[in-house]
């Protein structure tokens, strides 16, 4: 079940995902509304979870769950590294390339 990703506990469960580069803004509304009907209908052994995701720079994919309403399983954590995979073949964009850095200037890195 998809809730804002505002609305996340602060112990939520992250899965950061960095693209091998910036995401155009068509490229944007198509991770968000792909990744929106995906975490509405996220479940893991049938039961649903509260899910969330959020696009920092146009580089970062988060998605959250909260495990204090149920735990993803390994089975549902394998189906959101699918959705990112499907959605980098899509648009052309690598999710898993470890060998990037992502560099801004400032004084930090916020997730608000």
Known sequence: MYIDFEKMPQDARLWVYQANRDLTGGEVDVVQANLQNATQQWAA??????ASFKILYNRFVIVAVDEGQNAASGCSIDASTRWLKELGNHLNIDFFDRSQAFFRQSNR???E
């Open 109 to 111: 890195l916020r997730l």
């Open 45 to 50: 052994h049938g039961v649903p979870l509260l």
